[in-house]
């Protein structure tokens, strides 16, 4: 079983808490990771503030994360391109896809982001829950505010890099001002179905269907409050609710993973040494084998071939 995570948050927790890439106390690591088939994985760099806090931040967690690089380049590799990823399949070694969560850091200068290219980033997501300077986030929806001007260039920079970009977190209005103008596949990399649990974070049918439209990918999210509504009780069966659900919707070609591992309390697996149990329990709810592993990861790594130039 081979695993594609387009989310998680153990850049940042590693820089705060200076422990290792490769082995921690947190709910992902190299060790366990690769025990558990992950071959690639999207990590983020989350610094909200304002722009120059921000941009320090995200500039210490990618040292941080250079530094891990070097002394685990035996275990995981960074991952800039499609390429990368083929050069590398030989069941040893993680690739890392760097995201930023949240464009604080470029402040108003888009051009940062070719700076940042130049840096391996490969991924971004416009805003965290709250409005930035690129857009408003999903808390500020009833504001009714989308991309801004800056958001725009941002959009179109992206795009001419070869940068996913990452429709979570991101305000209704905004998530379809993006959609309008891309020409490539965006990803949700971590959100469920609003349908099942009334969530500001998780999709609408009408933005599931539209990302599906556009050929993205959703990676549904083991964050217990996006499965069901807080107090009311979650397991691995709820989350598979979710998988069942957007399949059905929009088909399984555009369903993958996002554990936003490290980025929340009790995630529903406890930690990336977990996975195993996800494939059983997708077999049981009458998933092919076939369909278990593009769920798994061939639909992530489709997303990526078309993205990553």
């Not at 998680?8 to 366990?32: A, H, M, P, T």
């Not at 806090?53 to 690089?69: H, P």
């Not at 408003?136 to 970009?165: C, K, M, P, T, Y």
């Not at 990302?211 to 069966?237: R, S, Y």
Request: charged residues 20%.
């Amino acid at each position: 079983m081979e695993i594609v995570d387009c989310h998680c948050d153990v850049l940042s927790k590693i820089w705060e808490n200076n422990e290792s890439l490769y082995s921690n106390r947190g709910q992902f690591d190299i060790k366990r990771a690769r025990q558990s088939g992950v071959i690639v994985q999207f990590c983020s760099l989350f610094a909200p503030g304002t722009a120059d806090s921000s941009l320090r931040a995200v500039l210490n967690q990618m040292d941080k994360f250079y530094v891990e690089l070097n002394l685990h380049s035996d275990s995981v590799y960074l991952l800039s391109s499609f390429g990368d990823f083929m050069a590398h399949r030989d069941g040893q070694h993680i690739g890392i896809i760097l995201h930023l969560e949240g464009g604080e850091a470029l402040g108003q200068d888009p051009g940062l982001l070719r700076v940042f290219y130049r840096l391996g980033l490969r991924s971004i997501g416009l805003t965290w829950n709250h409005r930035n300077l690129l857009a408003d986030g999903v808390l500020d929806d009833a504001s009714g505010g989308g991309l801004s001007r800056v958001g725009r260039e941002v959009v179109r920079l992206a795009e001419e890099l070869g940068i996913v970009i990452d429709l979570a977190h991101i305000s209704s209005r905004a998530y379809f001002n993006v959609l309008e103008m891309v020409s490539r596949p965006v990803i949700v990399s971590h959100a469920n179905a609003r349908r099942l649990c009334d969530h500001p974070r998780n999709l609408t049918d009408e933005q599931l269907i539209s990302l599906a439209q556009h050929g993205g990918i959703v990676g549904c999210t083991l964050v217990p409050d996006f499965i069901k509504p807080a107090g009311t009780g979650h397991d691995l069966n709820d989350f598979v609710d979710h998988i069942v659900y957007i399949s059905e919707l929009i088909g399984v070609d555009h369903v993958g993973l996002g554990s936003d591992f490290d980025g929340v309390d009790e995630p529903v697996l406890k930690d990336v040494g977990e996975w195993g149990k996800l494939q059983a329990a997708l077999e049981g709810r009458g998933f092919s084998a076939a369909e278990v592993e593009k769920i798994l990861q061939s639909n992530a790594l489709g997303f990526i071939e078309q993205v990553l130039l």
